[in-house]
Every structure is written in C-alpha cells, then in structure tokens.
C-alpha cells in the first residue's frame, strides 16, 4: 500500500476534528442506523487513526472482527456510503491489479454537538448527609417499627388473589373444575402437566 496514496486522501488534520464529525454525524444519524451498522462503523472509526480519516481494512477483517456476516458488512459499508459519511476509493497495486478499498471519512457539513447532554433537573448521585442522626431524635426511633407495621400491612393488602383466571387456556374448564377441591389454583397447572405426560 502506498503510504503517500493514502496521505492524499486524508481530510483531518488529527484524531480529535475526526471525533468531532463523527459524534456529530451519530449525534443526528444515530437512530437511523442499524446495529450492525453501528458495529462496522465503529469498527472502521478505530482503524482510521494512524491516518486520521482513512481506513484500509479489507471486508474479511471487518467481518472477522465485528463478529458480522459478510452481506452484512457489505450492507452496512453501502448505508454508510449513502449517508455520505464514507467513501469508498478503489486502489491499485504496482502490477496494475486491484488493491484494497480506502474507506475514507467524509467532513460532515454542519457540525453539532451538545456541550451537555444531561437534562437540568438530574438529581446528584450522593444524597445529601443530614446534620442529626436519627440516635438524637427519640420520637423517630419510637415511630419506626410502626411505620414499617403500617407499611407491612398496606403491601399485604395490595396481593392480588390468585384465580382461576390466571391458568392458562390450553387447560380443559372441566379439569380445572374437577381437580378445585383437591389441589389449590396455583397446584392445578402441575397437575394438568403430570395428567398428559402419564397418559
């Protein structure tokens, strides 16, 4: 491969303007954007840092190392090429052959990045400490065990009964009916199993 060759079609100075057009690009593109594309992408993004925005590597190496099938990769390579983030330039060796594809990326034209993701209202990671134990304050030790007993009971309360709606269709109404005042709802199901596998 040579090396002057793919100088020519490098259009970043560093790594960091080729971060910057890509996070853009994902920041707009993102959602539209497969997942195997996103594998290829990213796999194509990391090889392209020696010469910032050129990659070499051959289809095989891309399939090899995203773990993808080789229509995929090919499919993902073309959707990348519509949506003109790459290019694809065809290279030739000295004896005039075929070389391999430079997968050269391409400066986005309108560039947007949020300085900050995260909404306004997030609420910090640590809770606050508070000033006071709770050893100092005896009312709020009294008032413990019985706000866990009220807490207890109103989780009871909300158990929703198990009924014979719950059992699924494929058992026979009459069995359901027939097995009631000798196994409890929730055994009928094991029962119906054991029935059809002793006949």
Known sequence: MDWNNIKDHQRFK????????????????????????????????RHAVKFPGVAF???????KGTG???????????SLVNEKL??????????GRQGGNLLVFLPQPDLFLPSDDTPRD?????PQKTSTPQQDNPQAAKSTPETEKKQGESSISKVVPFDVTFLPSFIPSSFIET?????????????????QSAF
């Open 14 to 45: 560093d790594k960091k303007e080729l971060d910057l057009h890509v996070r853009s690009f994902l920041y707009k593109r993102k959602a539209a954007l497969s997942e195997g594309t996103l594998k290829v992408l990213t796999f194509i993004w």
């Open 179 to 195: 097995s009631q005042p000798f196994v409890g709802v929730e055994q009928v199901l094991p029962a119906w199993r054991t029935v």
């Open 122 to 126: 997030t609420l910090p990671d640590t």
């Open 86 to 95: 790459i290019e694809k330039v065809t290279t030739k060796k000295p004896n």
């Open 68 to 78: 993808l099938s080789e229509s995929t990769v090919v499919r993902a390579l073309r």
């Open 57 to 63: 590597p051959k289809r095989a190496t891309i399939t």
